[in-house]
């Protein structure tokens, strides 16, 4: 899409065919801590996941369904999910965009596309990995000898959450080269240099991603 205004807000109806798999979906939360990550991170956003299905129910009603896959505790279960995106709109109590990737990003997953889906399914049902996480947005301490065992993440996949899943698929997708998976925070992934010029927030109030598409990251030829 070309279009010069970085940032739209529209409703998920107006948006939901569109949405392609591979692009990001980000959540800003209003749990205590989604509250803490967003003072730790100084960003609107403390959840992603990832779009893996796209499909027309009814062609004539024009219903749209769409998948996205997480790391997150939802419905009463907690751990890496498949999740209908129409449930967690009407659901979810906080801020949700979308994140479309770039075309050169698109190009590259459509390459690498059976490494990516086949990585994320098999992801499916594993653990949730709150401790991670919170080593993953404290990284004022990574550079302290005797703290720095607190906050810097080692990469470890038996259990995941929600950055460090989609990261590694990125990765995997050779949307991104090679990254600690482990150390990447919600906003790190909305500020990969991989998107498309424009975001769109179809959930609450209009706020901005502060730095989005702005990483510069060597994507894999």
Known sequence: MTI?????????AQIRENMQPGDIIAFGGNSLFSKWAKLTTRSVVTHVAVVIKTQVLDEDSGRYFNQAIEATSYNGKCGVMLTRLSERVATYDGDMWWLPLSDTARANLEQNKSAFFDFLFQQNHKPYDIWQLFGSTVD??????LLKEMSLNSEDFSS???????????????????VNASEVTPIDVCRLNVFDGQYVQFRGESKTITGYNSLPF???Q
């Open 4 to 12: 010069c205004q970085q940032h739209q807000q529209r409703s998920y």
């Open 160 to 178: 995941w959450f929600c950055s460090e899943l989609v990261a590694e698929a990125m990765e995997r997708g050779k949307i991104i080269g090679s």
């Open 140 to 145: 004022a301490t990574d550079c302290v000898p």
């Open 218 to 220: 060597e994507t894999w």
